[in-house]
């Protein structure tokens, strides 16, 4: 058993691209600020990312000060994870492998291709764990008939094992869906059996070279027989997915790697198209982050093609993730840990735009800035309404732009400022008009309007009269919003009321509105989770132009952050977000009519009345009188 596999540059995969500058720079800037918590703006040019890489390279210099320094931890981190490392033995040849995931008595594999190519392969062959100095050796037997994909064009094989005998500190090393990992200039470390000996590792002193859309190629030292090995970050994060390696001129290696959330994009496909291999499915559900160039809904939604190697959508369905939420007295006065729960749930939510309800400016500067520590390019954009509740539309600056719109507001003042019999006002503070785009690698930009509303609170009947009658200017100013600015229109925040009272009824009935939450509303559904009396107050309204991608058979997901988060309603919020996905209009549901182009309604009067048509004509309204 000779063949020890390492192949050289033949094996590399010569159809890698180059990531486009643009998304090669966004990864760049959400490196830079997952490692350095600098508060970076949006990586606009070269010149941006070109201080990007420095500011990573001068990261590492200032931890590593300058040499080979590192903390104590990285040794005992690298061998929590070399326990989860394997030898692969085959009836002609060895390699390289790792546990990712383990379940009772049955363990998850991943190695190259190359090493296990068949599941007849598999079938006949061994894998090692603890074959290294001062270790005993544990024999696992590879179980194709459980499971096995493989891939040539990645080179990855997974495999289940028999884990009954593997000791309990044996963790699986997790799987990462996030691309924007190691970059140039990074240091990377290979845990291997190189030549089939025992492990051995290769560490800190080996760089990125280049970052392509499916591989990372850096310079470390490999052997034949380290293929399938972990390629880990200083932080012993994975990464890739060590391959291939060639030794060049002047006696320098260069190695290639399958990024680990390509491998993750390909398994994600595989499950929907398959849809019967449960132990895959755990192995994904074990994944605990997400793609930050594809939000809280990952690939929900966006169809069957779509490709999500990296975060260039190229010929995908164009979309925008939205929602809504009521942060709750989300003021200055915030204290910093309620700043950095906030943070949390925001960061996890991964928005384009988000309505926000009960904020303050410095409050939200706060917010900005610790989610710049978490890698996110946030902005926001808020309306001051007196008091400490103010609304604001927090949006990713890498995706997307958000304008106010206080011209929409000025046009409808005399609606915002309309009072009850008892002479309330509707509105206690006026709703928030903006104009959103996001044009995150999309064909062209998905463009709407946004209304965040906070209506009025508590049920005795003042009250209830003056949210019925902010309904019904709500629904008459987005008949004319639909009318002057031919964009999607959405409506959404804290409404405090159900929509299962005839009090929202303006906006229920509006024709060319649709209430997202109304199936929710009959489902005892709650988005007001802070006391005993829960329920569903909070709501998004839209435009029937709005297509909306389906996620797990509904058109929008009440976020229950309750049930997740440890005294979500305490520490957090008494209100949780509500979000969907909008996917870009096709032509044939553009508003927009050609000159010449007539549409004609029929209206029925009353018994006596004669008909009438209303006609429209190049834009000129007409009514016409009809025959019966």
């Not at 062959?125 to 603890?130: D, K, L, Q, R």
């Not at 303050?360 to 509740?389: I, N, P």
Request: glycine share 6%; charged share 30%.
């Amino acid at each position: 058993m000779s063949n020890n596999l390492c192949p050289g540059r033949e094996r590399f995969l010569d159809d890698a691209r180059d990531l486009p500058p643009a998304v090669f720079r966004r990864l760049v800037g959400q490196r830079a600020r997952q490692l350095t918590g600098a508060a970076l703006g949006p990586m606009a040019d070269e010149d941006q990312r070109r201080a990007a890489e420095k500011t990573i390279e001068e990261h590492f210099e200032k931890i590593n000060l300058e040499a080979d320094f590192l903390p104590a931890r990285f040794l005992r981190d690298g061998a929590d994870r070399a326990r989860a490392v394997c030898r692969i033995s085959t009836p002609r040849s060895r390699g390289t492998g790792f546990l990712i995931a383990r379940r009772d008595d049955v363990g998850v594999l991943m190695t190259n291709n190359h090493v296990l190519s068949s599941e007849t392969t598999a079938g006949q062959s061994v894998a090692e764990f603890g074959f290294e100095a001062g270790m005993s050796t544990v024999l696992a037997a590879i179980q194709p008939e459980r499971l096995f994909i493989t891939d040539r064009a990645l080179d990855f094989t997974i495999v289940a094992c028999d884990a009954s005998q593997l000791p309990e500190d044996v963790a699986p090393i997790g799987l990462r869906r996030n691309p924007a990992t190691a970059t140039r200039h990074e240091r990377v470390n290979v845990i291997q059996h190189p030549r089939g000996r025992p492990k051995e590792v290769a560490l800190h002193d080996n760089r990125v070279e280049r970052v392509l859309d499916r591989v990372l190629r850096y310079r470390t030292d490999t052997e034949p027989g380290s293929s399938g090995s972990p390629v880990f970050d200083n932080d012993w994060q994975l990464v890739a997915l060590h391959h291939a390696g060639e030794l060049q001129d002047g006696g320098k290696a260069l190695n290639e790697g399958i990024r680990i959330s390509a491998i993750v994009a390909h398994l994600r496909r595989t499950l929907r198209e398959s849809g019967r291999r449960e132990t895959l499915r755990e192995v994904l559900e074990a994944i605990d982050d997400t793609s930050p160039f594809l939000g809280f809904f990952d690939d929900a939604g966006l169809g069957e093609a779509l490709e999500v190697e990296v975060p260039d959508f190229s010929g995908s369905p164009d979309f925008a993730d939205v929602g809504v939420w009521n942060i709750e007295h989300f003021n200055d006065a915030v204290t910093e840990q309620r700043i950095e729960d906030v943070a949390e749930v925001v960061a996890r939510l991964s928005m384009d735009v988000l309505g926000l309800v009960e904020v303050q400016k410095g409050a939200m500067d706060r917010l900005v800035a610790s989610l710049a520590s978490r890698g996110q390019t946030m902005g926001y954009e808020l309306l001051d309404v007196g008091g400490r509740q103010d609304l604001a539309v927090l949006y990713d600056r890498d995706t997307s732009t958000v304008t106010l719109r206080p011209d929409l507001a000025e046009r409808h003042r005399e609606r915002l400022e309309a009072r009850t019999e008892s002479g309330r006002t509707a509105f206690p503070r006026p709703p928030l008009f903006a104009e959103c785009r996001v044009a995150d690698g999309n064909e062209a930009d998905v463009r709407f309007l946004m209304l965040v509303v906070h209506l009025k609170a508590f049920g005795d009947a003042q009250s209830r009269a003056r949210r019925r009658l902010a309904a019904r200017l709500l629904a008459e100013i987005v008949d004319d919003l639909r009318r002057s600015e031919d964009l999607p229109v959405i409506l959404g925040g804290d409404f405090n009321e159900r929509l299962t009272t005839d009090v929202l009824d303006p906006l229920k009935g509006a024709p060319d509105l649709f209430a997202l939450t109304a199936d929710d509303a009959t489902d005892d559904a709650i988005s007001f989770v802070g006391s005993s009396r829960r329920s569903l107050i909070d709501h998004v309204i839209v435009s029937r132009d709005v297509v909306l991608g389906e996620i797990s058979g509904d058109d929008a997901a009440i976020v229950r952050l309750d049930q997740s988060v440890r005294d979500f309603s305490d520490r957090v919020s008494d209100h949780v977000p509500i979000v969907f996905r909008m996917i870009l209009r096709d032509d044939a549901q553009q508003r927009e009519q050609p000159a010449d182009e007539t549409r004609v309604y029929r209206i029925r009067l009353p018994e006596g009345a004669q008909d009438l048509r209303l006609e429209v004509h190049a834009g000129e309204e007409v009514l016409v009188p009809v025959d019966r």
